[in-house]
């Protein structure tokens, strides 16, 4: 006998959509099942400023199939450059809803990110001043530093102090991998929350590389070690309110991903929430599903949760495409290694 579980319509806060063809063929896959989604500014080039999130809106809008409801929240891409009184006023006419921090050289596309932070210090206390989140990937760089270890590097050496030195900045500590990032966020009572992935929530670094290289779960950050996996997967089930969805969908062509240096990211917007409709159901948190995709990150945004619901079935087997085709070539879409019976209707 079939189950059903009816939520509110979810949101992804952390997505990215890319551009151009790439743009056209994932779009659909988000916009089929989340109502807004917190965009990602690391194109090539990146989204510094206001001018550049009001076009990359527009480009996006115009991708969206005709009949589909979606909503981009755009975001800019913190640099040494950014001028405070440009975020403020995008901030103020509704264009942007976060600042995003890429330390340099963390991840894909990320070469135009911060390296002093004292450049930044403006920028982030007028952030504190109107209270626009700062949204973070939260890891060192500095080649020394195992990238098993990067993101508790991090919190200790970046995250604490900028936090410190810049009381009422609101932040997000986007795709946390480990157990020092969900101990981080529980001891600190406000102004900080973090986004848990799909992915993250299903493999470890054993999945990557055990039997074989694994490209199509390689991403930044790197899963870790089962005890952290375990971690995130009491944090998102929990009910906390600082826990809440961000897929970090990142779509990369097959051949990129399968190159002698392939590019990090795991495609998971086809099947996201039947994968964690599966996760919460082993957990036995069906009830908390709501909260982690659908009520947690509009409460931290200051945004209403939406009107519309949709509504998960468990039945037989739930099919989801191997790959899809884009203008730049196939993107293989995240398998999970086990079926998922539920599918959203």
Not at 223 to 234: G, I
Not at 276 to 295: I, K, P
């Amino acid at each position: 006998m079939s189950q059903t579980l009816t939520l509110r319509r979810p949101d992804d806060w952390h997505l990215h959509l890319r551009d151009g063809a790439m743009l056209r063929a994932v779009l659909p896959e988000s916009a089929r099942h989340f109502a807004r989604a917190i965009i990602m500014p690391n194109l090539v080039p990146p989204v510094v400023t206001s001018a550049d999130a009001r076009a990359y809106r527009d480009r996006i809008m115009a991708a969206l199939p005709e009949g589909m409801e979606f909503t981009p929240l755009m975001t800019l891409y913190l640099t040494e450059q950014t001028d405070a009184h440009d975020v403020a006023a995008a901030h103020a006419n509704g264009l942007i809803s976060a600042v995003k921090l890429y330390p340099a050289g963390a991840t894909t596309n990320s070469a135009s990110g911060v390296r002093d932070f004292d450049k930044v210090r403006g920028v982030l206390d007028k952030m504190a001043e109107i209270g626009l989140p700062l949204c973070v990937h939260g890891e060192v760089t500095e080649p020394e530093i195992d990238i098993f270890d990067r993101e508790a590097v991090f919190i200790d050496r970046v995250l604490d102090p900028v936090r410190r030195a810049t009381p009422g900045l609101r932040v997000v500590m986007e795709h946390i991998t480990t157990r020092d990032g969900v101990d981080y966020v529980r001891s600190n009572a406000q102004d900080l929350a973090a986004t848990i992935t799909t992915h993250h929530l299903v493999i470890n670094r054993n999945h990557i590389l055990v039997g074989g290289i694994k490209p199509h779960y390689y991403c930044l950050p790197v899963a870790k070690r089962e005890t952290h996996r375990l971690a995130l997967r009491r944090a998102a089930t929990s009910g906390d309110a600082r826990f809440f969805l961000g897929t970090d969908s990142a779509p990369h062509t097959d051949p990129n991903k399968e190159s002698a240096c392939g590019c990090a990211g795991c495609f998971t917007a086809p099947n996201t929430m039947s994968i964690l409709a599966h996760v919460f159901e082993e957990e036995d948190a069906l009830d908390r599903l709501e909260g982690f995709t659908s009520l947690n990150g509009p409460a931290f945004y200051g945004l209403p949760p939406n009107e519309a619901r949709i509504t998960l079935t468990k039945d037989d087997p739930v099919p989801y495409p191997d790959k899809i085709d884009t203008g730049d070539g196939p993107v293989s879409v995240f398998n999970p290694g086990y079926a998922l019976h539920w599918r959203v209707d």
